[in-house]
């Protein structure tokens, strides 16, 4: 116990020392916290009152070695009524002590004038010393030792007595029964008390220092009782007029404070607060619980202000070295939610290591959705995955989803989220943006049976129009225009005014010759799209063909299509005709639509700019004869388009060699985008890279075209029997895009015609495992070209 009780005394010596030095800089610590100076005095601290301003130097404090013996040796049988809680030195006062503390105190010896035979010493200000008495009598060193140095802070030239226990006792009953119900907290009780007395006895006045120490105490509740019902305006206000609280002593008021400004978009002030603590306050415990509390409310900058006011632990350390890994993930997680953030590369280097040797998923999750946030797509993913094997989740697959869908990989993305799809609303969006993705891939992806119904029942179930829409391009694609208008039509259901999906479905009812249909879209939309109005301008649309497959030493020809079913989707189909489909969706937490050509093909025009709207006179259409020389470049450039969807590509070229003419930097560049197609449609593939020249085009449109052109050329040098050619321009075209499968069984049977059986049979059996029929083809050919003893 002697131990124990010589240990809580140094801890209260030194909460003491840090208030005296508090009290005697509270103008610095006003400005500091920003609550201005106040302009009542005396000033006023949780320890006691002050009366007059700050005096000299203090005396040396009296040996507390002795003063401890003497209360141990006295300590056990005596008592008295004040117990003070929270460290607080209660002192019960006479009714001299309030006259007392209204005197100046006086300045040592060695500071004053000497003395004279006329001239008077003016009288010591008479110090209270009952609360010593109480607290020896208790053995109580800890408060014994706070309340001298609450009077030395008091009355500077106050020596301590050498025996607390000689003081005399109060004889005030009533006053110390005052002080008792001061140090249970019950603040209501006292103030009745107070009255009831002055009631009593006229004239009575109660201590000063009581009075002084009751307001306080109201004070600090009001404070809390505000800070706990988040009124943190009246946090501040209350400790801008009560500063005595703002101390080390108080430590929670400090902290209430500093989150009352930052709950109130006052950062600076917050971070003065905190600062304020972190220079004046040194209990261990308590300093590391004030950044914890910061870095909780302050941003990431004010953070690293606070980190530079950190000291040594003593072994070595640094005193905050027990939460700087939460630190680094808090500052991590704070880079997320602002992209523009730059977090030092030291706390992503310990997160990082975190994540590799504490095996916490979402130490992955934090690196996954930083890196995601500054479009480090492949690190995101590796983070994204590495979360996933450690625990599967909903933010995990998640992000991974987004990652993918950045990365062109939408199928795995709508895998990894179909299980988390009904997780959350953001889950839900990302799955929805994934399928949309999905179904928007050009070339069309070959996508399972059993996930086209998965996908078009979720997107039933939430009346997405964005994949539905998707839906019917997807069926378009793979000559199913009935499919394709019931999935336009539902979408429009949805969204009525979805322009797109009324494009969609006005075009598939016009190549189902429903001609009732269409003029029933186009009158709904009157004035709402220029191209749906404009499309009776066109002959109806052709029938959809594609590149038939060759035979050994056979050359491709046009054949119809069959139709094949949305559930099962088998090979890709091409159209010669414009299809202005919409482009993939962005993936996002709320996914858009953003338009982009579709990539132009040898027998697949890709979407052409928007006409220009037309004048009152001008001829509508493009049947009649009209020599193309005779129109300026903007009605050259609408005849050329207009004559290539009447496929008549040799007069567009003419049209579109006029509209080159155009002063306009747009218009030129079209126009040699257009002639480039129309070479194209005409298999002058040579001709069309000329075209190409004519004009700069933009790095989409380049690469189109050339795709194109390498195509064609492909196609061009096989049908001279120049295998080796036609190889070497699909692997040109296979760097640029992923290979459509009639390209990849042209490839086969040149292989076969080259005699390099073991890949003609590796492409045909790539082609026939998507359901080709053309692939199936290719091994029934390839057999027969290697067993010909076999064939019947």
Same mark, same amino acid.
């Given at each position: ?15 003491? @020392? ?8 509270? #103008? ?72 007392? &503390? &209204? ?25 209270? *010393? ?29 020596? %301590? ?24 907290? $019950? ?34 509740? /009001? ?60 209990? %261990? ?46 500052? !991590? ?52 995955? @590495?979360? /996933?094997?450690? *625990? ?57 049976? *059993? ?23 997807? @069926? ?32 598939? /009812? ?22 749906? +109005? &404009?499309?009776?301008?066109?002959? @109806? ?23 094949? &079913? ?21 993936? +996002? ?19 052409? %700019?928007?006409?220009?709207? $037309? ?10 004869? !009209? ?23 040799? *007069? ?67 049908? #001279? ?72």
């Amino acid at each position: 116990m002697p131990l124990k009780s010589s240990l809580v005394a140094v801890s209260v010596a030194v909460v003491v @020392a840090g208030l005296v030095t508090a009290l005697k800089d509270r #103008a610095a610590i006003q400005d500091m916290l920003g609550l201005g100076h106040p302009t009542e005095a005396p000033q006023l601290m949780l320890m006691g009152r002050i009366s007059g301003p700050d005096g000299p130097a203090k005396q040396p404090a009296t040996d507390m070695q002795s003063i401890a013996e003497q209360i141990q040796a006295a300590a056990g049988g005596q008592t008295t009524p004040n117990a003070q809680p929270q460290g607080d030195a209660a002192t019960p006062q006479s009714d001299a002590v309030a006259q007392a &503390q &209204q005197q100046q105190p006086q300045q040592p010896a060695a500071q004053r004038p000497a003395a004279t035979s006329s001239s008077a010493q003016p009288a010591a200000p008479k110090v209270d *010393e009952s609360a010593l008495r109480y607290f020896a009598s208790r053995g109580d060193k800890a408060r014994l030792q706070a309340e001298i140095s609450r009077l030395q802070a008091l009355y500077p030239n106050w020596v %301590p007595p050498a025996d607390p226990l000689a003081i005399p006792q109060s004889g005030d009953k009533q006053l110390e029964a005052m002080w008792q119900l001061y140090s249970e907290g $019950r603040y209501a009780e006292l103030r009745k008390s107070i009255a009831d007395r002055q009631g009593a006895e006229a004239g009575w006045q109660p201590p000063a220092d009581l009075l002084d120490r009751l307001d306080v105490a109201e004070a600090r509740a /009001r404070l809390v009782n505000a800070s706990d019902l988040k009124q943190y305006t009246t946090v501040v206000q209350i400790g801008a007029a009560t500063p005595s609280l703002l101390t080390c002593a108080d430590i929670d008021v400090l902290w209430r404070v500093a989150e009352a400004f930052a709950r109130t978009d006052r950062t600076q002030r917050a971070q003065d607060a905190y600062t304020y603590i972190l220079k004046a306050c040194t209990n %261990p415990q308590e300093r590391l619980a004030t950044m914890q509390k910061a870095s909780g409310l302050l941003p990431y900058a004010p953070m690293q202000v606070l980190l530079g006011l950190e000291r040594p632990d003593g072994n070595g350390g640094r005193e905050f070295d027990s939460i700087r890994n939460d630190l680094a993930r808090n500052f !991590v997680a704070a880079g997320n939610a602002n992209p523009d953030l730059a977090v030092s590369p030291d706390y992503l280097t310990l997160v990082q290591r975190l994540a590799e040797t504490q095996g916490l998923a979402s130490d992955n999750l934090l690196l996954g959705w930083y890196h995601l946030r500054r479009e480090n797509y492949a690190d995101a993913e590796k983070w994204f995955r @590495a979360a /996933r094997t450690k *625990e599967d989740s909903a933010s995990a697959s998640q992000g991974l989803a987004l990652a993918l869908i950045a990365e062109k990989k939408e199928q795995e993305a709508e895998d990894v989220m179909y299980k988390w799809r009904g997780d959350s609303k953001d889950a839900t969006a990302t799955y929805l943006a994934a399928t949309a993705n999905l179904m928007a891939l050009q070339p069309p992806a070959n996508i399972p049976e *059993e996930v086209l119904s998965r996908i078009a029942t979720e997107i039933i179930a939430q009346k997405y129009v964005p994949t539905a829409q998707q839906f019917g391009w997807y @069926a378009r694609s793979l000559n199913q225009p009935q499919t394709a208008a019931r999935w336009f039509e539902t979408a429009l259901r949805w969204k009525p005014d979805d322009e797109p999906s009324a494009y969609g479905l006005v075009i598939t /009812r016009e190549q189902l010759n429903d001609h009732r249909g269409v003029a029933e879209v186009q009158r709904l939309w009157a004035g709402r799209s220029a191209r749906i +109005a &404009q499309l009776g301008e066109t002959s @109806a649309l052709t029938p959809q063909v594609r590149a038939p497959l060759p035979g050994p030493g056979q050359a491709p020809q046009l054949q119809q299509v069959q139709p094949q &079913q949305v559930q099962a989707p088998q090979a890709q189909t091409y159209q010669p005709q414009v299809i202005a489909e919409p482009a993939p969706v962005v993936a +996002a937490a709320a996914p858009a639509e953003r338009p982009m050509p579709r990539q132009a093909e040898p027998i697949q025009q890709a979407s052409r %700019p928007a006409p220009a709207t $037309r004048g009152a006179r001008q001829i509508r259409g493009c049947s009649t004869t !009209v020599d193309a020389r005779l129109l300026d470049p903007q009605s050259a450039l609408n005849r050329g388009w207009c004559l290539m969807d009447l496929n008549r590509p040799m *007069e567009a070229v003419e049209a579109f060699e006029a509209a080159l003419a155009s002063p306009t930097r747009k218009v030129r560049e079209d126009a040699a985008y257009g002639q480039s197609l129309a070479y194209l449609r005409a298999g002058l593939s040579n001709n069309a890279a000329v075209a190409a020249t004519k004009a700069p085009q933009t790095r989409q449109r380049a690469a189109e075209l050339q795709v194109s052109i390498l195509a064609d050329r492909a196609l061009a040098a096989f049908t #001279a029997k120049r295998y080796r050619e036609a190889l070497v321009y699909l692997d040109q075209r296979a760097q640029l895009q992923q290979e459509r499968i009639d390209l990849m069984v042209l490839r086969g049977y040149s292989y076969m015609n080259l005699q390099m059986y073991g890949d003609a049979e590796r492409i045909f059996n790539a082609a026939a495992a998507v359901g080709s029929k053309d692939g199936y083809r290719g091994l029934a050919d390839l057999k027969d070209a290697t067993h010909p003893e076999g064939k019947q």
